[in-house]
T-cell receptor
Framework: GAVVSQHPSRVICKSGTSVKIECRSLDFQATTMFWYRQFPKQSLMLMATSNEGSKATYEQGVEKDKFLINHASLTLSTLTVTSAHPEDSSFYIC???????????FGQGTRLTVV | DAKTTQPNSMESNEEEPVHLPCNHSTISGTDYIHWYRQLPSQGPEYVIHGLTSNVNNRMASLAIAEDRKSSTLILHRATLRDAAVYYCILRAMNTGGFKTIFGAGTRLFVKA
């Protein structure tokens, strides 16, 4: 199946700093990418949907100024957690899809720890 | 957003078939039914998806009820590697695009 590469897999940062997470579709063009966060023993929570060249659409309750999403090309989307705080510590997962009727492929996830 | 309902957990014996049910009574005509599974500390893995007709692939089969208000993921012979959380999801078209929203999922335990 198609491959979505997410980097880094783990990151530890100090409170107040920013962290960028990259999501790349390696062998297909992703018109739409999704970003999720997941807390231990819980399901994935959709944070935002991004289409290439457009502004991301954020879910209710997700701060767009804190979680900056850039979908600059059909193969790359980035999520930047700005001014990170310990409560932002979580497992962040990206997903890419070629279109409405197609499957989604997921990255390996990024475990963010803010100290 | 249309929701799905799944049992919290199920148990199966190795080498036996597993039928994972999903109810989606509020599904609309254009919603796709997707199934993904997730192992601990990994991103979800695509399993199968369909719209109206039953679907088969190398991993599983998807049986969709005639009224589309429920579906069943069928693993033909469970192995220990199939132990995971299985998510049944409706992919729905919304203003400006489409979403894939996860429910709670079913944790599948496979006994040797």
């Amino acid at each position: 199946g198609a491959v979505v590469s997410q980097h880094p897999s783990r990151v530890i940062c100090k409170s107040g700093t920013s962290v960028k997470i990259e999501c790349r579709s390696l062998d297909f063009q992703a018109t739409t990418m999704f970003w999720y966060r997941q807390f231990p023993k819980q399901s994935l929570m959709l944070m935002a949907t991004s289409n290439e060249g457009s502004k991301a659409t954020y879910e209710q309750g997700v701060e767009k100024d804190k979680f900056l999403i850039n979908h600059a090309s059909l193969t790359l989307s980035t999520l930047t957690v700005t001014s990170a705080h310990p409560e932002d510590s979580s497992f962040y997962i990206c997903s890419a899809s070629q279109g409405y009727g197609t499957e989604a492929f997921f990255g390996q996830g990024t475990r963010l720890t803010v100290v | 957003d249309a929701k799905t309902t799944q049992p919290n957990s199920m148990e199966s014996n190795e080498e036996e078939p597993v039928h994972l049910p999903c109810n989606h009574s509020t599904i609309s005509g254009t919603d796709y039914i997707h199934w993904y599974r997730q192992l601990p500390s990994q991103g979800p893995e695509y399993v199968i998806h369909g719209l109206t007709s039953n679907v088969n692939n190398r991993m599983a089969s998807l049986a969709i009820a005639e009224d589309r208000k429920s579906s069943t993921l069928i693993l033909h012979r469970a192995t220990l590697r199939d132990a995971a959380v299985y998510y049944c999801i409706l992919r729905a078209m919304n203003t400006g695009g489409f979403k894939t929203i996860f429910g709670a999922g079913t944790r599948l335990f496979v006994k040797a």
